[in-house]
């Protein structure tokens, strides 16, 4: 097996594994709103993995799955994954972002920037969309980072992540 | 200098996150029918597994957390269940009173609620069930607390929940006291999930709702049952001045914390004209009402007429009375006698023996013991009260208090 195939089938895995934490684990935890996404992780880290147009398609397979489960707006979903996944790629390749806390950062501001994409295409209101933007996000942004870090702890070898920042 | 692969590669990026851009901003802007439409098929193909995998992660997060909750809840409602025949004895006859028909009985739909994580998760829900189980567009959702919402789209398995916090949300209401009715909508100055997030608009002027009142749909627009509580009063929003107030509601349930919600169904090939009397049956309630009212006036009328004579009866008494007391001997013979100690065994009243009685023909007759001997005495002296009444010009009747 080539090096470049097992690397794709690790990648796999550990997509696969956060889906099932985000279908199965996420409901048991917190509060909906402020619990990790962990959907939004795996798309961060293929995107990082992997090149622009990749991104952006994984983002909009996410939103799509996202505007299917949630259609308050139908669409809004995709755009803003869209969005995260192709700018993802991008800031792969400007910031390179080996470093783990770089990466749970990185996933942070994506959720942000997913969710401020998502309210505003969506049409909420000022009052809601300065409480969401301000309360909500942040702190599903923080708890997702954290898990971001017990992911790439957990599966440090596969992605190669240097541990000594 | 870039190579040509570098390039070719680069153009490609952007082509693909271009369409996936326009595929984005078609779905945004297409048709809300489209959007549900591919949403449910989506549901029903590709994420099938998926929300099934996180419908049996909710059963099993509701099902060990919510235990003690759930129990604690089902003993209270056994508890309060005790009086419930009783109260629907007392229902059943004031409404045939009221010649009104049967309350409906709503069937209902148990169902899960699968969150999301994304912003705008509270204003559509999904749930774990969908038309297998009987559930259609525009059935009301409701949570122990209160109001949810309505179904929006539904599939096979899912469905999904339009709530309170959507801008296109309304819902018909009066308050619990009855006086103040009007649309509750949501507010587009929430600052919060839950508190303050409802409007209750078009109260008349007039209507003064004070806060902690609660507000209950009307049943009016036949979507939502009459009686299931929205929110409750906390204060007064705006208002135009004698026109319209506009009050701030804190709402009975929040679709963000609601783990287990009811979907109050309509049974297949339902009839609503049965909670709808045909129109002979209004002609024949509404004269059993006119003669049930006439009877009840009737009755009213004759028990206020006994009333008026026994209150005549009585006032000429008392007239006579007061007229006659000035004239009247302070102590009256036979009270006195009453009042004296009686003797071992009476044969004989003691003053059937009298020997002052200026009768004696009377006394002729012991025979008669039924007959009391004291009616037979001689009258006394008439009183000066016995003088014709100056009012009625009539001599004072016989005193029948005795």
């Known amino acids: 097996m080539t090096t470049a195939r097992a690397n794709r089938l690790q990648l796999a895995v550990v997509m696969a594994v956060l889906v099932l934490l985000h279908f199965y684990i996420r409901p048991r935890l917190w509060s909906p709103r402020v619990s990790p996404d962990f959907l939004l992780i795996a798309l961060m880290l293929y995107a990082m993995r992997s090149g622009p147009g990749a991104g952006a398609l994984a983002g909009f397979l996410v939103g799509l799955t996202e505007d299917a489960l949630t259609p308050a707006q139908f669409g809004a979903g995709a755009l803003a994954h869209t969005v995260v996944g192709y700018l993802a790629a991008w800031g792969r390749a400007v910031f390179f972002a080996d470093n783990l806390l770089v990466n749970a950062a990185f996933v942070a501001v994506g959720l942000w920037l997913r969710d401020f994409i998502l309210l505003i295409s969506s049409g909420t209101d000022e009052r809601q969309l300065l409480v969401e933007l301000t309360l909500y996000s942040p702190l599903q942004a923080l708890t997702t980072a954290l898990f971001t870090l017990l992911v790439l702890l957990a599966f440090r070898q596969w992605f190669a992540i240097r541990l000594d920042a | 200098m870039t190579s040509a692969s570098e390039r070719s590669y680069t153009r490609r990026d952007t082509v693909m996150f271009l369409v996936c851009l326009g595929l984005s901003v078609v779905g945004l802007f297409s048709p809300a029918n489209w959007g549900l439409g591919v949403a449910d098929a989506l549901r029903e193909t590709v994420l099938a597994p998926l929300v099934w995998l996180q419908a049996r992660a909710e059963e099993g997060r509701t099902s060990r957390v919510r ?211 045909s129109d002979s049956e209004v002609l024949a309630m509404r004269r059993d009402s006119i003669a049930k009212v006439r009877r009840a006036d009737s009755l009213a009328w004759a028990a206020e007429l006994a009333r008026v004579a026994r209150a005549d009866s009585v006032a000429a008494v008392r007239k006579d009375t007061a007229t006659r007391k000035p004239a009247r001997p302070p102590v009256r013979p036979d009270s006195a006698r009453v009042s004296a100690p009686k003797p071992p065994a009476p044969t004989t009243r003691p003053d059937s023996v009298r020997p002052a009685a200026p009768k004696p023909a009377t006394e002729s007759k012991p025979a008669a013991p039924t007959t009391r001997t004291d009616t037979a005495r001689p009258k006394p002296a008439k009183p000066p009260s016995a003088a014709p009444n100056p009012l009625t010009g009539r001599s004072a009747p016989a005193d029948t208090t005795r």
């Open chain 2, 67 to 277: 235990l003690r909750t759930v129990t604690a809840e089902r003993d209270s409602a056994a508890y309060v269940a005790q009086g419930i025949p009783s109260l629907l004895a007392e229902n059943e006859h004031l409404r045939q009173l009221l010649a009104l028909s049967h309350r409906l009985s709503t069937p209902y739909v148990a169902a899960e609620v699968l969150h999301q994580a994304q912003a705008t998760d509270s204003r559509t829900l999904l749930l774990s069930a969908g038309s297998i189980q009987g559930i259609a567009p525009f059935d009301p959702v409701v949570a122990p607390e209160g109001l949810i919402g309505v179904v929006l789209s539904v599939a096979r398995r899912t469905s999904v929940v339009m709530t309170w916090a959507h801008p296109e949300f309304r819902v018909s209401a009066f308050t619990v006291t009855g006086n103040a009715s009007g649309v509750v909508a949501p507010s587009a100055s929430a600052i919060t999930s839950v508190d303050g997030a409802l409007e209750f608009r078009g109260v008349p002027y007039r209507d003064s709702v004070p806060p902690g009142t609660l507000v209950l749909s009307s049943g009016l627009g036949g979507v939502y049952p009459k009686g299931i509580p929205v929110g409750t009063v906390t204060g007064v929003m705006r208002e135009q001045e004698g026109w319209e107030r506009v009050y701030r509601l804190r709402a009975a349930a929040n679709p963000g914390a609601a783990a287990h919600v009811l979907i109050l169904v309509t049974p297949p090939n339902a009839d609503l004209a049965r909670a709808f009397p």
